[in-house]
């Protein structure tokens, strides 16, 4: 499967999504504009979203890309056919209720993840959009579903999911720690693993790395231990009820 290839499954999902994504974007970019209010401040995740209770909802939807013009649309057109071509190949391997079950738990662990950081760190002002931490996730389990499947890094040279989901990794977490941005690097390591653990424990998928793959072994069949106490304990009993 080219994962650079439009998938042909009929959901109208993914298309939704980047037209959600992009039109709720633009809309808080030139209402900021023009009223010189920063409505990003509204959307976007920030410490005050214990109050602001929506925020973690629309902080999904709304990427608070503060650059100059031409760079925010390229900026939003990366993250668009990211979204794209992610969302369709999550659907083809699974289906639509697994890749909606991702993609939202996904935002709410990084929305979870960045405001235990927040708060814990004293930071007063940030604006964040759990959009390209949710992506993270859906790469991540891209990656898993086909780790030897050659891509084109920058169009030129070939290189493995594998290697690839290891270079995002450092695009995200490494190089956010490195900047000192907590916060966001916070964000990406919750999706990252939500994503994980949910392949590994709920979907049954293997890393890409064989080195972990002993480490994975114990998590399923503790993710087993869990299903069966559900099953025998928690569920019968309310059956029983």
């Known amino acids: 499967m080219n994962p650079f290839l439009f998938s042909n499954n009929r959901s109208l999902l993914p298309k939704r999504?980047?037209?959600?994504?992009?039109?709720?974007?633009?809309?808080?970019?030139?209402?900021?504009?023009?009223?010189?209010?920063?409505?990003?401040?509204?959307?976007?995740l920030t410490p005050n979203a214990l109050y602001a209770f929506w925020q973690p909802i629309t902080a999904l939807?709304?990427?608070?890309?503060?650059?100059p013009p031409l760079g925010f649309l390229l900026d939003m057109a990366f993250l668009m056919v990211l979204l794209r071509i992610l969302?369709?190949?999550?659907?083809?391997?699974?289906?639509?209720?697994?890749f909606l079950f991702l993609?939202?738990?996904?935002?709410?662990?990084?929305?979870l993840a960045a405001l235990i950081t927040?708060?814990?760190?004293?930071?007063?002002?940030?604006?964040?959009?759990?959009?390209?931490?949710?992506?993270?996730?859906?790469?991540?389990?891209?990656?898993?579903?086909?780790?030897?499947?050659?891509?084109l890094f920058m169009l030129l040279l070939?290189?493995?999911?594998?290697?690839?989901?290891?270079?995002?990794?450092?695009?995200?977490?490494?190089?956010?720690?490195?900047?000192?941005?907590?916060?966001?690097?916070?964000a990406y390591s919750g999706s990252f693993l939500f994503g994980y653990l949910v392949a590994i424990m709920g979907w049954y998928l293997k890393s890409p790395f064989e080195s972990l793959h002993p480490l994975e072994a114990h998590l399923k069949r503790f993710s087993n231990k869990l299903q069966t106490f559900w099953q025998w304990k928690i569920a019968s009993f309310w059956r029983r009820r």
């Open 103 to 111: 993609y939202f738990g996904a935002s709410f662990a990084a929305t």
């Open 158 to 186: 070939p290189i493995s999911q594998k290697w690839m989901l290891v270079l995002a990794l450092i695009a995200t977490i490494v190089f956010n720690l490195l900047s000192s941005n907590y916060v966001a690097a916070a």
């Open 61 to 67: 939807f709304v990427i608070p890309i503060e650059i």
């Open 87 to 98: 969302s369709s190949q999550i659907i083809d391997f699974f289906d639509i209720r697994h």
């Open 17 to 44: 999504l980047i037209q959600w994504t992009a039109g709720a974007t633009l809309l808080t970019q030139i209402a900021t504009k023009l009223s010189g209010i920063s409505f990003f401040e509204l959307f976007c």
């Open 118 to 151: 927040m708060h814990t760190i004293g930071s007063s002002y940030f604006m964040l959009s759990t959009c390209p931490a949710a992506l993270l996730a859906l790469f991540t389990v891209w990656s898993m579903c086909a780790p030897a499947q050659n891509i």
